[in-house]
T-cell receptor
Framework: EDKVVQSPLSLVVHEGDTVTLNCSYE??????LLWYKQEKKAPTFLFML????IEKKSGRLSSILDKKELSSILNITATQTGDSAIYLC??????????????FGQGTILTVHP | GAGVSQSPRYKVTKRGQDVALRCDPI?????LYWYRQALGQGPEFLTY????????KSGLPNDRFSAERPEGSISTLTIQRTEQRDSAMYRC??????????????FGPGTRLTVL
């Protein structure tokens, strides 16, 4: 059974801090790893990673995949209160009928205090 | 429409009743996914479609749950004889498939189902 585990489960920081969120995965016929940000509404897409060692960057957020270690990290620098959210990691399978199926982790709750 | 839409946004029903949840994906997206999300957890896969074909229904909890997408666009998730344990947020997502890749999934706002 596919499994994705995130750590820490929750994190409280002050504005300006840098945070690193972790994700480890066991996904059959792994194709990609995705990061989402979830506030009160639907999860919104952040990154999709398919190649090991290549950092993807969007503003203060960046992410990298390590296929050897079956893991990924999401970094947020100079955190702001608007970064407060649940960050979800998901592994995508590519085998047979499970093409595109996402297995999500339980999420990391990030709280940024002013 | 501009994004994935779902209706109703909230549904309160009594135990034993049937409910139908609707998802309208992003126009042109061929893949459609249903997830269930409990409070404090990540979404849990239920089933998915490519066009009108249901490709994988391994995540449906039992035979009270079914889904269809008859014309390859709008989908309906039906729960028969609802039970209190069915209470959750039901989310739909859609994806375009290009170059043989699954592609990022775009989520709808969800339907909050409460079974009394």
């Amino acid at each position: 059974e596919d499994k994705v585990v995130q750590s820490p489960l929750s994190l409280v920081v002050h504005e300006g801090d840098t945070v690193t969120l972790n994700c480890s995965y066991e996904v059959t016929n792994f194709r990609s790893l995705l990061w989402y940000k979830q506030e009160k509404k639907a999860p919104t897409f952040l990154f999709m990673l398919t190649s090991s060692g290549i950092e993807k960057k969007s503003g203060r957020l960046s992410s990298i995949l390590d296929k050897k270690e079956l893991s990924s990290i999401l970094n947020i620098t100079a955190t702001q209160t608007g970064d407060s959210a649940i960050y979800l990691c998901a592994g995508e399978g590519a085998g047979g009928t499970s093409y595109g199926k996402l297995t999500f982790g339980q999420g990391t709750i990030l709280t940024v205090h002013p | 429409g501009a994004g994935v839409s779902q209706s109703p946004r909230y549904k309160v029903t009594k135990r034993g009743q049937d409910v139908a949840l609707r998802c309208d994906p992003i126009s042109g997206h061929v893949s459609l996914y249903w997830y269930r999300q409990a409070l404090g957890q990540g979404p849990e896969f239920l089933t998915y479609f490519n066009y009108e074909a249901q490709q994988d229904k391994s995540g449906l909890p039992n035979d009270r749950f079914s889904a269809e997408r008859p014309e390859g666009s709008i989908s309906t998730l039906t729960i028969q004889r609802t039970e209190q344990r069915d209470s959750a947020m039901y989310r739909c997502a859609s994806s375009s498939r290009t170059s043989g890749r699954g592609g990022e999934q775009f989520f709808g706002p969800g339907t909050r189902l409460t079974v009394l």
